[in-house]
């Protein structure tokens, strides 16, 4: 299993744009990548996922440089609303499924006013 | 349903005491997964079903835990004998198809606390 870190924490104010970055130097050549933001007694919602260069949606961006070895989230401008903790999941091979890959301990993001 | 549908909230139980946690997957996944969540910890892979395909059931932490899915939708996570340790939020999740491309959709989970 690729294994992923990410900060523990991140502090942020409203309007500003957050990068979130996470590593997976062990990244295999079928594994997509996935992030996951989870809010407080809730189960983690997908928010975005990308294989390479640059995926965006109407929530994020993801950037992948060529080598694969790290990721970044990119949430724009962001509110109250987005502190949550967010997960960074790397696929675990063409035969297996995201979801049988372990997520880690996430980047808790506090958005203050 | 709209959602993954867990069951109950919340559970608890005294030691040494049997539970069952149900979940209820979106209609139509074939994909089932359960997962455990310690206080401000990650998630912890433990079972999944695919299909008619025998359960993966390496992510299972003892031989207490056990999960079955019927007629490929309804599952039902099994603790046996609980423990203190046990406590913990289990959360569910089903995907449409087992691939790397597929999203996965969580539950609200059911929070276990085992006195």
């Known amino acids: 299993l690729a294994k992923t870190t990410q900060p523990i924490s991140m502090d942020s104010y409203e309007g500003q744009e957050v990068n979130i970055t996470c590593s997976h130097n062990?990244?295999?050549?079928?594994?997509?990548i996935t992030w996951y933001q989870q809010f407080p007694s809730q189960g983690p919602r997908f928010i975005i996922q990308?294989?390479?260069t640059k995926v965006t949606n109407e929530v994020a961006s993801l950037f992948i440089p060529a080598d694969r070895k790290s990721s970044t989230l990119s949430l724009p401008r962001v509110s109250l609303s987005d502190t949550a903790v967010y997960y960074c999941?790397?696929?675990?091979?063409?035969?297996?499924?995201?979801?049988?890959?372990?997520f880690g301990d996430g980047t808790t993001l506090t958005v203050k006013p | 349903g709209a959602g993954v549908s867990q069951s109950p909230s919340n559970k608890v139980t005294e030691k040494g005491k049997d539970v069952e946690l149900r979940c209820d997957p979106i209609?139509?996944?074939?994909?089932l997964y359960w997962y455990r969540q310690s206080l401000g910890q990650g998630l912890e892979f433990l079972i999944y079903?695919?299909?008619?395909?025998?359960?993966?059931k390496s992510g299972l932490p003892s031989d207490r835990f056990s999960a079955e899915r019927t007629g490929g939708s309804v599952s039902t996570l099994t603790i046996q004998r609980t423990q203190q340790e046990d406590s913990a939020v289990y959360l569910c999740?089903?995907?449409?198809?087992?691939?790397?491309?597929?999203?996965?959709?969580f539950g609200s989970g059911t929070q276990l606390s085992v006195l």
């Open positions: 999941l790397v696929g675990d091979g063409f035969n297996t499924n995201a979801g049988k890959s372990t």
């Open positions: 062990n990244i295999a050549t079928n594994d997509y």
């Open positions: 079903f695919q299909g008619n395909s025998a359960p993966d």
């Open positions: 209609s139509g996944h074939t994909a």
């Open positions: 990308g294989y390479k």
């Open positions: 999740a089903s995907s449409l198809l087992q691939g790397i491309n597929e999203k996965l959709f």
